[in-house]
Nanobody, 119 residues
C-alpha cells in the first residue's frame, strides 16, 4: 500500500503562483508514475501533469508553459509549481501514484487540496 499526503493549496489572485507537494509513504519502492489531477465543480477529473520514476514528464495542454512538475525520489515527493495561475485553474488537485506493473499496476490517490484562483 501507498499513502499520499498533499500540501500547498490555497487562495491566490490571477497571475500568482502556488507550489503543491505530495509525499508518498508505505511501499514507495513500487511507484512508477507520480502526478497531479484536478477536478473542478461539475467537471470530470483530468490529468494536469505526471512524471515517471526516471524523470519523463507530460502535461495537459492547458497548463503547458505555466506549470512544472518535478520529483525528488530521495524524499518520495512530487511537486507541482504553478505559475501564471488563471481562474479556470480553480479545482481540487489530487496527487496520484501508479505502481509498476510487476506490483500490480495499482493506482493511489491523495485526499485532495483546494486551489482557488480569484480574478
Amino acid at each position: 500500500q501507498v499513502q499520499l499526503m498533499e500540501s500547498g493549496g490555497g487562495l491566490v489572485q490571477a497571475g500568482g503562483s502556488l507550489r503543491l507537494s505530495c509525499t508518498a509513504s508505505g511501499s514507495v519502492f513500487s511507484i512508477n508514475f507520480m502526478g497531479w489531477y484536478r477536478q473542478a465543480p461539475g467537471k470530470q477529473r483530468e490529468l494536469v501533469a505526471r512524471i515517471s520514476s526516471d524523470g519523463s514528464s507530460n502535461y495537459a495542454d492547458s497548463v503547458k508553459g505555466r506549470f512544472t512538475i518535478s520529483r525528488d525520489n530521495a524524499k518520495n515527493t512530487v511537486y507541482l509549481q504553478m505559475n501564471s495561475l488563471k481562474p479556470e485553474d480553480t479545482a481540487v488537485y489530487y496527487c496520484n501514484a501508479d505502481s509498476f506493473r510487476v506490483f500490480g499496476a495499482r493506482t493511489y490517490w491523495g485526499q485532495g487540496t483546494q486551489v482557488t484562483v480569484s480574478s
